[in-house]
């Protein structure tokens, strides 16, 4: 699904690097969590594989086109902003040029929103819009999703619900995930991969594996 090889990459285009010789590997099916601290680039290198940047050298390589992108709460438009639920997911809609009026509905009704398809994003709490933009990245079937930290900023029996909805996707439908994660609790409950980065560095584990190392550690 993902080959990643060598990566490098600064936004000033010179060292430090934020990433620096990055090699890894995603395959199709996988749900990987990728872990931090803050400022450690996790936010960068999906952004590199989704295309939103370039790398610097090294390359990437995405097996599909059919990608869909969560953004971190913070990152979306500011929640008093008057468009409902039903405009936003038709210039998604309208952007990737699928005219199937059903594919909407399909989408609400999967996460449990239709009936809110008339209501305004600013009155949805927090995890009512999460589900709504959770929503809009299935409109054109993906065949891989991206999060960027989906919990933050939402109530415990909300976050709940959404990582149910993503483990479902990814169990259920086949569905690739890339997650940033804050949440170390949801990424070791729900992740078949964990990805760690650090100093410019990324490594891959395994669920298990990934466990076995923490238990070590503690």
Do not use: W
Request: proline share 4%; glycine share 6%.
């Amino acid at each position: 699904m993902i080959r990643i090889k060598d990566l490098t990459f600064s936004y000033t285009g010179n060292p430090p690097y934020l990433l620096n010789k990055v090699n890894l590997s995603i395959k199709k099916g996988t749900y990987a969590s990728i872990i931090g601290e803050n400022g450690s680039a996790k936010t960068t290198l999906i952004k590199l594989i989704l295309g939103l940047l370039h790398p610097l050298k090294g390359s990437i390589y995405v097996s599909t086109k059919k990608i869909g992108y969560v953004p971190q709460m913070m990152e979306t438009f500011n929640s008093q902003f008057p468009i409902t639920v039903s405009e936003l997911i038709k210039c998604h809609m309208k952007v990737l040029k699928i005219k199937d009026k059903g594919s909407m509905d399909r989408c609400l009704d999967f996460i449990g929103m239709r009936s809110f398809k008339n209501s305004l994003i600013g009155n949805l709490s927090g995890g009512q819009r999460q589900k709504i933009f959770i929503a809009r990245a299935l409109i054109g079937h993906p065949e891989l999703l991206i999060f960027d930290e989906p919990s933050t900023g939402i109530d415990i029996p909300s976050q709940k619900d959404i990582y149910k909805i993503i483990r479902n996707l990814n169990r259920n439908s086949s569905i690739t995930v890339i997650s940033v994660e804050h949440n170390l609790k949801a990424a070791l409950e729900n992740s078949t991969q964990i990805c760690t980065m650090n100093d410019g560095n990324a490594c891959m584990y395994s669920i298990e594996k990934y466990k076995e190392l923490i238990t070590f550690k503690n």
